[in-house]
């Protein structure tokens, strides 16, 4: 079974489509979901965010701050920030940091 996908920043959408796979950075640190993922939101860091497609091929993107969302095999990706180079700044409001989560 695969997963859909969308990847959308401010300005477009970055990625549409079926992958087996995808590593995300989260706030607090990689996570990886799999095709029947339990439905979750969290928080978005900044790193790579690494797609898998089906027939063997891989997409990556620099992502920066936002939401990713799970619910029955869909994957939606909010981003404040998404490229195929690491930003080179990012508005100090777009970061989030577990102080601000976790009181």
Known sequence: ????VR??????VVF?????????PAWDGRLGILSG???????????ELNLDRPGGDSDSFYVAAGVL??????VTV????A??????ELPP???VFAEDVIE
């Open 37 to 47: 993922h339990a439905p979750m939101v969290t928080l978005l860091g900044a790193g």
């Open 78 to 81: 909010l981003t404040e920030y």
């Open 16 to 24: 549409e489509g079926e992958v087996s796979s995808l590593v995300a």
């Open 83 to 88: 490229g195929n180079e690491p930003p080179d």
């Open 69 to 74: 969302k799970v619910e029955r095999d869909a």
């Open 93 to 95: 409001d777009a970061m």
């Open 1 to 4: 079974m695969a997963l859909d």
């Open 7 to 12: 990847v959308i920043s401010p300005d477009r």
